[in-house]
């Protein structure tokens, strides 16, 4: 694509980057809930708090970034790695908590996976095919070191500490030391990140995998210019392809990311690419999608052996509840009670099931133009209007008493402020950002907030764009690091 057209689509996608953040301020003063006002004050304090940081970073950047500058990057990386995995692993020590109804079930997968007997839901794996993904995970390690709370919390600790290391190196490789040592330490130190830990959930699995497929993606862009062979480019697009897979199998957000990188492609890579850039990237492109379609179709074949009856494709059951206007979008006992009436007809399984709910959903979508735009508003309010369920489902093992108000207090005032500041750099970027890979971050941040507007909503599911609102924070930096050195 022409650059220029490069240039006025990156920033139309840009301003509804910053029409989303906008939008969340608003919901976050629309609503009396106990945690809306939670958010709303957090929202106002960590303006606050940026403003501070902003008017007095003369005094304390420069000082940074040249003392970090002086360091070698492995005695940098190795020092935030140690501390990032010493805080979530003392955190997993000293918080005792039960799981939530979610991750019981992910449990006991995952306890039927390392007994090697029956599936104890399978019917009900058959309608969420994501949740055998991490339960298969976790239960292949409790088959090898046996089943307790704290290899699960281990695991995901190390997930945790290996998201935040790719982070780094693809901030080091993109930008520069100071910018990696920020980004990771913003992830090392954010409340959700690290109380999730505890929780038997999938949501630290894929999303390793979501930042490890950004890292793959940034380093094949790179190399791509210096390495042409076209061999060397069917191979990284077919890892990247299972690698989509993968997060699929943990989450179904794969096919978001995908389409994120086609639209990157097509739309916001280099400017006037030339026949061989252009033919590279088709090719890596197609084997992107070539491996992503055959790993899914034999992933549905093992799920088919494993669960005796075919895994369903379809979110009928995600679409109905997410226009659902009693629940706002959230889970709901009566649709989960429907779908169950489905199965008791003579012939019928999961598959089937999940299609009759999406005639269900049409229904439902059709007599929903009365209140549609207040869900949407009401949901986007749930999903990304604060960042406070890792301190709910943690809260009766936090140390101190009636600690829960106040941590959930610094987990939304950290969540805004990293919002604020990927807020910023967004603005920069509409002047002075190049169309590198990082633009696949808001890309991906739109596109699972979109996604959720239309299926079943909770806040947790907000989790993998984190570390995209890290790195879209992080790049304000380098815009401005740039600048100085051009000056």
Not at 184 to 204: G, K, R, T
Not at 357 to 369: Q, W
Request: aromatic content about 14%; proline content about 3%.
């Amino acid at each position: 694509m022409p650059e220029r057209a490069g240039i006025w689509f990156r920033r139309m996608m840009l301003l509804c980057f910053l029409i989303l953040f906008v939008e969340i301020i608003v919901r976050c003063f629309s609503f009396n809930w106990e945690y809306a006002r939670l958010s709303a004050e957090a929202m106002i304090t960590s303006l606050a708090v940026t403003g501070i940081l902003v008017f007095t970073r003369s005094y304390w950047r420069d000082k940074l970034r040249n003392y970090v500058g002086r360091q070698h990057i492995w005695k940098v990386y190795f020092i935030v790695t140690l501390f990032a995995f010493a805080l979530c692993l003392s955190t997993a020590l000293t918080v005792n908590t039960k799981l939530i109804p979610d991750a019981e079930m992910y449990w006991q997968i995952a306890v039927d996976r390392a007994r090697g007997g029956r599936l104890t839901y399978p019917t009900y794996i058959a309608y969420f095919p994501h949740l055998y993904g991490y339960g298969s995970y976790l239960g292949f390690f409790f088959r090898l070191f046996g089943e307790s709370v704290f290899l699960q919390r281990l695991l995901n600790v190390l997930l945790s500490v290996g998201s935040g290391s790719l982070l780094f190196w693809l901030l080091a490789r993109r930008a520069n030391l100071y910018t990696a040592t920020c980004g990771y330490f913003l992830w090392a130190i954010w409340p959700s990140m690290v109380l999730y830990n505890l929780q038997a959930m999938s949501e630290p699995l894929y999303t390793f995998f979501v930042v490890l497929y950004l890292f793959l993606l940034s380093e094949i862009d790179m190399q791509m210019y210096r390495n042409r062979k076209w061999l060397w480019i069917l191979a990284g697009g077919l890892l990247l392809g299972v690698v989509l897979r993968a997060i699929q199998v943990g989450r179904p957000v794969g096919t978001i990311l995908l389409i994120a990188t086609v639209i990157w492609f097509v739309f916001l890579r280099r400017g006037n690419q030339g026949k061989m850039e252009f033919r590279n990237g088709g090719l890596l492109l197609l084997a992107i999608l070539l491996s992503y379609s055959v790993t899914g179709k034999l992933w549905n074949l093992h799920l088919t052996q494993v669960l005796g009856q075919e895994p369903a494709t379809i979110p009928g059951y995600s679409l109905y509840v997410g226009f659902n206007e009693k629940t706002q979008g959230q889970w709901c006992a009566e649709d989960m009670e429907l779908m169950g009436s489905y199965e008791a007809e003579p012939g019928m399984n999961a598959a089937k099931a999940q299609e009759k709910m999406l005639g269900d959903f049409l229904t439902r979508l059709k007599n929903s133009k009365s209140y549609i735009l207040w869900l949407l508003r009401t949901k986007l309010a749930i999903f990304a209007g604060g960042d406070e369920y890792g301190v709910r489902y943690a809260r009766e093992g936090l140390p101190i008493t009636n600690a829960s108000k106040i941590v959930s207090f610094i987990s939304d005032l950290y969540y805004f402020a990293i919002w604020i500041q990927a807020a910023v750099t967004a603005v920069i970027m509409l002047k002075h950002a190049k169309n590198s890979v990082f633009l696949i971050a808001p890309l991906y941040v739109l596109g699972l907030t979109l996604a959720h507007m239309l299926i079943e909503v909770a806040q947790r599911y907000h989790y993998s764009m984190l570390p995209m609102l890290i790195i879209i924070a992080c790049m304000g930096s380098m815009l401005k690091t740039n600048r100085d050195q051009a000056q």
